[in-house]
């Protein structure tokens, strides 16, 4: 599925139902003789629900959502039933499934007790405290007015409920859930909404005449959404709004005084560095590129490596076959890149609750798109992002330090809302590009690595549904397992066979936990890859960052400012930024000592670290300054 689908797909089939958190009494769960265990996300079985009719037909009938309701809660019930499932994210989904039918038939009691089993399994303090807000003020508001009042009477309930529940809660603690949640609402429109279902899953329930699992609970999603949350999109803005004006305080940003700036005056050794991304803007970073002097760019091979004008590194497109050109060409999509460059600067400024003219520019273009040109709009805006992404991962990486050379090892992401079919052959081309690309970086001495992708069995499966292959859902999970079997292998041999350079790979944005969902390289355990989640411009977990035991440090990964194609300068967050933080230290060590070894660097980095605690938890925080100085301490004892 295109990224940018999944992430918008999540935000609306989440954060109107249960609140700003995307994740008498309920009856406790049946508990059998004996559950069975269940240690991965593939171990669930896969539930479809055959469908006849168009998917906005089938959202606009409250007989036939009823139906379908009816068969995801058996399927849920039973699955919590027969399993034992110990992993906070998947449970949160299944009961936030639950909760979506009991709000559709406005099962009050049944409602607030999953709002509660949500609540105890979320870990992050401003998740538990914002969980269930929006259910709680509209049931309260519901009782304000009694059952025979006009509708506009509920509604000036709701925003008077909404205002008195949201502001008693910690400003500090949930400033960034509001905002982020405000500036997600208004972008929303049924008319978007209505363009995703077109352009998104009627085109997969063409092919297989069914919906998976998860389509089938996205589907109950956003027909609560039309029908209970759309009406109220207004009053929920405004109340955030004055929220954001009352309240209205930067946190500190502890990330100025942390950092660490290298001089060309110091003793430093060049180091290479290996940007295994989207693709670089090479004319932004003229004097800190690896250039192979055997090659020229007059399309031939002309050292015979099997790559064609690899002058400062290598490409391979989205079907996993080489090609040329460390940026993707963006052909016929040039022309409107500037004004699509722009919005992908408004989605992110939207997030973060800036009142910037680009953020103003899409929210208004989003809210008036006609459902039948969602599907241009959202895959230009994926292009944009891919397009862009390299290049600022790039500029995070060599900020500060001079001694830094990037090599690009550009691979590509498939922005169509169609995407490539992952076939075993397309497997097997994975795997041979990501044991071709280390060992490309290996034979030219890179000594740090950045990774900021991930890849899941889903991605293999979302393809199937979208290209009609398979007879079944099981025979597509089949498919997909021996699929991301070739590449999990194909990666993981790739980063072991290079144990003299250090990989550092981003955890991801899914607010999961990346060993149990075996999301690859996050859920590696090597000793040269050092796994990195996002902390925001104050040094807390911010609500999107995975986590897990294999995530080992957490660095800035909100609002990074670093430069996109062209040479102009925007802010991104995520852990895909967090992770070339982390980088661009390592890279500053090894420039520092180039005797370090990947073990050893990962070591001074987890020494130099903070210990934070989140919750229950406790995490490493990333403090360059300290680790450095660590580092020259060292250096000058011999």
């Excluded at 890279?587 to 005797?595: Q, S, W």
Aim: glycine fraction near 8%; aromatic fraction near 8%.
């Amino acid at each position: 599925m295109n990224r940018l689908f999944r992430t918008l797909w999540i935000v609306v089939t989440a954060c109107f139902v249960i609140g700003p958190a995307i994740t008498g009494a309920y009856a406790a769960d049946p508990q059998p003789a004996e559950k069975i265990k269940i240690t991965k996300l593939d171990d669930l079985p896969q539930h479809t629900y055959p469908i006849s009719i168009k998917i906005s037909e089938l959202i606009k009938s409250k007989a036939k959502m009823a139906e379908l309701a009816k068969k995801v809660r058996a399927d849920v019930e039973s699955d919590l039933a027969t399993y034992e499932i110990n992993d906070a994210t998947t449970l949160k989904n299944m009961y936030g499934k639950l909760l979506t039918i009991e709000l559709i038939e406005d099962n009050e009691k049944a409602a607030v007790a999953l709002v509660e089993k949500i609540r105890e399994l979320e870990d992050k303090k401003a998740g538990k405290l914002t969980t269930g807000l929006m259910t709680y003020t509209m049931f309260a508001a519901r009782r304000d007015v009694g059952p025979n009042a006009d509708y506009a009477a509920y509604k000036k309930a709701f925003a008077r409920q909404l205002a008195e529940r949201a502001g008693k809660l910690p400003w500090d603690v949930v400033q960034d859930v509001i905002q982020e949640t405000k500036g997600r609402l208004e972008i929303f429109s049924e008319g978007l909404l209505m363009g995703m279902i077109e352009a998104q899953l009627q085109p997969r329930v063409d092919q297989t005449g069914e919906l998976s699992g998860g389509q089938a609970s996205g589907v109950l999603g956003m027909y609560f959404t039309i029908n209970e949350r759309l009406p109220l999109k207004d009053e929920i803005i405004a109340v955030y709004q004055k929220l954001i004006d009352d309240n209205r305080v930067t946190k500190r940003d502890i990330w100025s005084e942390r950092a660490v700036t290298l001089s060309s005056d110091q003793a430093l050794t060049p180091v290479l560095a290996g940007v295994w991304d989207s693709g670089t803007d090479i004319a932004l970073f003229k004097d800190r590129l690896f250039v192979n002097p055997n090659e020229t760019f007059n399309g031939k091979d002309d050292d015979g490596n099997g790559y064609v004008d690899d002058v400062h590194g290598i490409a391979y497109d989205y079907h996993a076959r080489r090609t040329t050109g460390v940026l993707k060409p963006l052909g016929e999509a040039a022309a409107r890149m500037p004004a699509v460059m722009k919005h992908t600067k408004g989605l992110s400024d939207l997030q973060a609750a800036i009142d910037s003219p680009e953020a103003t520019a899409l929210k208004q273009h989003m809210s008036s798109l006609a459902p039948a040109d969602v599907k241009g709009f959202i895959e230009d805006l994926s292009l944009a992002g891919g397009y862009a992404h390299g290049t600022h991962v790039a500029g995070i990486m060599a900020e500060g330090n001079p001694a830094i050379r990037l090599l690009i090892g550009r691979h590509s992401y498939d922005h169509h809302v169609i995407p490539v079919a992952r076939t075993i052959e397309w497997g097997k081309r994975d795997a041979a590009k990501c044991r071709d690309t280390v060992d490309y970086f290996k034979k030219n001495g890179v000594r740090v690595v950045n990774m900021s992708w991930g890849e899941a069995q889903q991605h293999a499966e979302d393809s199937y549904e979208a290209n009609g292959i398979g007879e079944s859902a099981e025979e597509r999970r089949e498919l997909a397992r021996k699929v991301f079997a070739l590449q999990k292998d194909g990666l993981y041999q790739a980063i072991n066979n290079a144990p003299d350079i250090l990989f550092v790979c981003a955890a991801g944005n899914a607010d999961n936990d990346v060993e149990f969902d075996e999301y690859i390289a996050s859920s590696f355990e090597l000793p040269n890859l050092l796994v990195v989640g996002a902390v925001d411009q104050a040094g807390e977990p911010t609500d999107f960052t995975s986590f897990g035991r294999t995530v080992q440090v957490y660095g800035n990964g909100f609002e990074v400012e670093s430069y996109v194609p062209g040479g102009e300068r925007i802010k991104m967050s995520g852990t895909s930024m967090a992770s070339p933080n982390v980088a661009n230290l390592a890279a500053k060590l090894i420039a520092m000592d180039p005797t370090l070894t990947p073990t050893k660097v990962i070591e001074l980095i987890k020494s130099g670290s903070d210990k934070k605690e989140a919750g229950e938890n406790s995490f490493l925080l990333l403090n360059p300054k300290k680790t450095v100085d660590m580092l020259q301490r060292i250096m000058k004892k011999g």
